[in-house]
């Protein structure tokens, strides 16, 4: 584990999306373990974060606005991702009810239409936007790169390439590819179907989408934000990728031992 005398200075990306805001507000809380940052692409998403020094504004298709956030970081975690919007019209929907409450694994009811907003395809934002990441963050010797990805990625014919014809999986796994070749030190999480719900549950991990048609294969989102802050602690989970679900609501017993839950990972991707 690293020394806690030592703070470990970390980015957030996507600091303002739903995972990503639980993921900075949880290394805040840490402030005698980390020094966290977040990026987002907007004044309007800063204040929402507080519009303190640490947030950071940055747009990831242009590598350079990532500098400034990025330079003398240890470790960045990656929480960009290409958010489907619904379709006007294609389904009932409450006001303000976004597409992520809709795709949510507890949603139920038919699926409405999807479409990404120009610039924000999936191929945008969760490869050259994730790639830009990488890029900057082995240029300027981060030591860490925690990526969330998705479950699913084994099957190209997943119902999520099909949201707004974005092929979205596929994108994110050649953005894990790319860092899992970069030579940065990484950790790959990919995680099962994710629902707004409270965390603490029993955490499983696994690979290959093994969890992914069973009960296991889905996760709060404040679980997800856990152990990217968990994985910035130990060694073991380095150069690793795994998929993380979880028991259902209401059973198992709450994951505290995260050294126990990463140590029978060994694929590398």
Known sequence: MESSSQKITVLVTGASGLTGNLAYNKLKERSDKFVVRGLVRSEASKQKLGGGDEIYIG?????????????????????????????PGSIPVVEGQ????????????PMPEFYYEEGQYPEQVDWIGQKNQIDTAKALGVKHVVLVGSMGGTDPNHFLNYMGNGN?????????????????????I??????NKQGGRELLVDKDDVLLPTENGYIARADVA???????????VKFKAFDLGSKPEGTGTPTKDFKTLFAPITTSF
């Open 98 to 109: 976004r597409a992520e409450d809709v795709i949510d694994s507890s949603f139920e009811g």
């Open 168 to 188: 979205i999986l596929i994108w994110k796994r050649k953005a894990e590819q790319y860092l899992a070749d970069s030579g940065l030190p990484y950790t790959i």
């Open 226 to 236: 856990e152990a990217c802050v968990q994985a910035l602690q130990f060694e073991e």
């Open 59 to 87: 747009d990831i298709m242009d590598a350079e606005s990532l500098v400034p956030a990025m330079k003398g970081i240890d470790a960045l975690i990656i929480l960009t991702s290409a958010i489907p919007k619904i379709k």
């Open 190 to 195: 990919r995680a099962g179907g994710l629902d």
